[in-house]
C-alpha cells in the first residue's frame, strides 16, 4: 500500500509540472495558428505540434486520474443521455464481432459527475471488455438508480444516501477470484483479462475522486462466465441540466489583472485576453499585484492567479481593497477549500478555454 501511495504522490507531481509547460505548447500554437493565412505550409507543422501537446495531455490527465489530483468539474449529468451519445464511438473500438446492448433505467436520477470523465469511464471499460472477448460477444451497458442506506453503504465504502450505477457487463470468460482484489492497481501480472491495468487504476482513481465507487463481479450472478465491473456515483438533483455550449462573440470590455508564479503561463493569458480586447494589468510577482490593485483608478473586474499561499493571499488582499472583483484560479491542482467550481480553470488549458471561462465569470452580475 505504501508503494501505491508513493506511486500517486510521483503520478500527481509529474503531471502537475507538465501541466504548465503543456499549456504554453498548446497556447503558443493556437497563437501561432491564429497568425497564419489559409494554405500557409507551416500551418502542417503547427497542426502536429498541436497533435503532439493533445496527445501528451491525455497522458497527463491519465496520470491525474491514478493520482487523485485531477481537476474535475462535476454537474448533474443524464448518464443515459451520455451513453446513448457514445454508443456509436464505443461499436467502434470494440469492433463488429462484439453486440452492444443498453438497458438504461427510466426515470434514472442525474449523476453527479464530470462529463469528460464519464465518458473515459465508458471508454476504458469497453476496451477492457473487448480484451475479455476476442472471438466476440455481448457488451451490456445498463444503469439503475440506489439508495444506500448506512449499512449497504459501508459496504461499498461510501456515505449513505442517492446514488447511480453505470454497470458495464461482458460475456468473456470470467476473472480469476484471486486476481479480482488487484484489478485496480496499475501494474500487477494478470492474464489477458485485465491487460488494461492502468486503464482500470484511472477508473478507480476517477470514480473515488468524485465521491464514488467501483467494484467487480466475476463471474456474473446466476452464469459461471463474465464479469461486471459496477461504478456507482453520487446522485445529483432530480432532472439532469442541459449544458450550454454557448460562446459569447462579442469583443470585450474589462479589465483583468493577472498574476501567478508561472511567467509563460501568465504571459500567455495576458496575450489571449489582450487579443480578445480585454484591458490587461500584468503582475510581476505578489507585490506587484497588490500594488496594482491599489493604484489602479478604474475598477478591476476579474484577478486571474493560481492558488497556493502566494496566490490566496494576492485573491484576499485584492478582494479587500476592491470587493466587487472575481477571482480566477488557473491550477493543475483538484481544488481549493471555499472555493466555487467556477472560479477554476485547470491547466492544461487552450486559448478558447481560457476566454469562455474569463466570459462566464465577468459576466455575471456582480455582487
Not at 4 to 28: K, M, N, P, V, Y
Not at 42 to 50: D, F, K, P, Y
Not at 56 to 66: G, K, M
Given at each position: 500500500?505504501?508503494?501505491?501511495?508513493?506511486?500517486?504522490?510521483?503520478?500527481?507531481?509529474?503531471?502537475?509540472?507538465?501541466?504548465?509547460?503543456?499549456?504554453?505548447?498548446?497556447?503558443?500554437?493556437?497563437?501561432?495558428?491564429?497568425?497564419?493565412?489559409?494554405?500557409?505550409?507551416?500551418?502542417?507543422?503547427?497542426?502536429?505540434?498541436?497533435?503532439?501537446?493533445?496527445?501528451?495531455?491525455?497522458?497527463?490527465?491519465?496520470?491525474?486520474?491514478?493520482?487523485?489530483?485531477?481537476?474535475?468539474?462535476?454537474?448533474?449529468?443524464?448518464?443515459?443521455?451520455?451513453?446513448?451519445?457514445?454508443?456509436?464511438?464505443?461499436?467502434r473500438v470494440v469492433g463488429d464481432g462484439i453486440e452492444i446492448r443498453t438497458e438504461l433505467a427510466p426515470g434514472l436520477r442525474a449523476a453527479r459527475a464530470d462529463v469528460e470523465q464519464l465518458q473515459q469511464i465508458l471508454y476504458t471499460l469497453a476496451v477492457a471488455a473487448r480484451d475479455a472477448m476476442p472471438d466476440g460477444g455481448t457488451l451490456a451497458i445498463a444503469t439503475a438508480s440506489q439508495a444506500l442506506t448506512e449499512a449497504s453503504a459501508a459496504a461499498s465504502g461510501i456515505g449513505a444516501g442517492d446514488y447511480v450505477d453505470l454497470a458495464i457487463t461482458d460475456s468473456g470468460a470470467s476473472i480469476d477470484r484471486s486476481i479480482q482484489p488487484r484489478l485496480f492497481e496499475p501494474f500487477h501480472e494478470a492474464p489477458e483479462r485485465t491487460r488494461a491495468g492502468l486503464g482500470l487504476a484511472v477508473v478507480r482513481g476517477i470514480v473515488e475522486q468524485s465521491g464514488g465507487s467501483v467494484f467487480v463481479e466475476s463471474p456474473v450472478r446466476g452464469s459461471t462466465t463474465g464479469s461486471r465491473v459496477v461504478v456507482r456515483l453520487p446522485a445529483g438533483r432530480e432532472t439532469a441540466e442541459p449544458a450550454s455550449h454557448a460562446i459569447a462573440t462579442q469583443r470585450a470590455a474589462e479589465t483583468v489583472l493577472v498574476a501567478g508564479d508561472d511567467g509563460n503561463v501568465r504571459a500567455l493569458i495576458g496575450d489571449v485576453l489582450k487579443r480578445r480586447g480585454y484591458q490587461v494589468l500584468m503582475a510581476a510577482d505578489a507585490w506587484d499585484a497588490l500594488r496594482i490593485a491599489e493604484r489602479h483608478e478604474a475598477p478591476i473586474d476579474l484577478l486571474i492567479t493560481t492558488p497556493g499561499t502566494s496566490g490566496a493571499a494576492i485573491a484576499g488582499a485584492v478582494r479587500e481593497q476592491r470587493p466587487e472583483t472575481r477571482v480566477l484560479f488557473v491550477s493543475a491542482s483538484p481544488g481549493i477549500d471555499g472555493m466555487e467550481p467556477a472560479a477554476m480553470l485547470p491547466q492544461p488549458f487552450t486559448p478558447a478555454a481560457l476566454v469562455r471561462k474569463v466570459r462566464a465569470i465577468v459576466a455575471r452580475e456582480k455582487p
Open positions: 500500500m505504501a508503494t501505491q501511495d508513493a506511486l500517486e504522490r510521483l503520478a500527481g507531481g509529474i503531471a502537475h509540472d507538465f501541466d504548465a509547460l503543456l499549456t504554453t505548447i498548446l497556447g503558443q500554437a493556437d497563437t501561432l495558428g491564429d497568425c497564419l493565412s489559409p494554405g500557409d505550409p507551416r500551418t502542417i507543422q503547427v497542426t502536429a505540434i498541436r497533435r503532439a501537446a493533445e496527445r501528451a495531455c491525455r497522458l497527463t490527465q491519465q496520470l491525474r486520474a491514478f493520482s487523485r489530483t485531477q481537476t474535475l468539474a462535476p454537474t448533474d449529468v443524464d448518464l443515459n443521455a451520455v451513453i446513448d451519445r457514445a454508443r456509436c464511438t464505443l461499436q
